[in-house]
């Protein structure tokens, strides 16, 4: 029977390590073992996690569950509710998105509510003209024996220019009109 070493763990003596090299490596190993404990209890208990830690170089790393900017509002600055729809958004950016959004979509009803004035406006002297040019022609609606003279007059100049517009359509497309009847030319 052989007789195994088996190696454990070793205790760490814990003082500054002077290597630079050796420091941001043990930094970088270590900072991504705590931020993997931290993930693992708030998955595993739902507590609200956050953590801070600055490199040797001064340069900050943070881990928040759900969120590090709510967590630290909570206890350190001013409370704000959480955003279901989407926590890891600032607030304040979704506040100026959504100032910026209505103001475009307030310029696009302003144009819209413009084109609708003018539209109905044109709809109301177009209804105007329609009946300004009824009342036009509502004198020979009634029975010709009931005209007098100028009316009669005006009827027969009125149908002699629609005459000369079909005959002037009809030429244009290929017909003749003679004696009272179309035939093809």
């Not at 569950?65 to 958004?89: A, C, F, T």
């Not at 979704?94 to 696009?108: D, G």
């Not at 007059?153 to 517009?165: C, G, P």
Request: hydrophobic residues 30%.
């Amino acid at each position: 029977m052989s007789t195994r070493l088996i190696k454990g763990r070793k205790s760490v003596c814990l003082a500054k390590i002077e290597n630079q090299n050796n420091r941001q490596v043990t930094f970088s190993k270590r900072r991504n073992g705590v931020f993997k404990k931290a993930n693992e209890l708030a998955a595993m208990t739902g507590a609200e996690v956050g953590i801070i830690v600055s490199s040797p170089g001064s340069k900050p790393y943070s881990f928040g569950h759900p969120n590090i900017n709510e967590i630290m509002n909570k206890y350190v600055g001013e409370e704000r509710p959480l955003s279901p729809s989407s926590p890891d958004i600032d607030e304040k950016y979704v506040q100026t998105f959504r100032k910026a959004n209505s103001r475009k979509l307030n310029a696009q009803l302003n144009t819209l509510q413009d084109q609708l004035d003018f539209e109905l406006s044109l709809k109301n002297k177009l209804n105007q003209m329609n009946k300004n040019v009824e009342s036009q022609q509502e004198w020979f609606r009634g029975p010709i024996e009931k005209m007098n003279y100028t009316k009669a007059s005006i009827l027969k100049e009125e149908l002699e220019d629609l005459l000369l517009k079909v005959k002037k359509y009809g030429t244009e497309r290929g017909y003749g009109y003679e004696n009272g009847k179309w035939k093809v030319e």
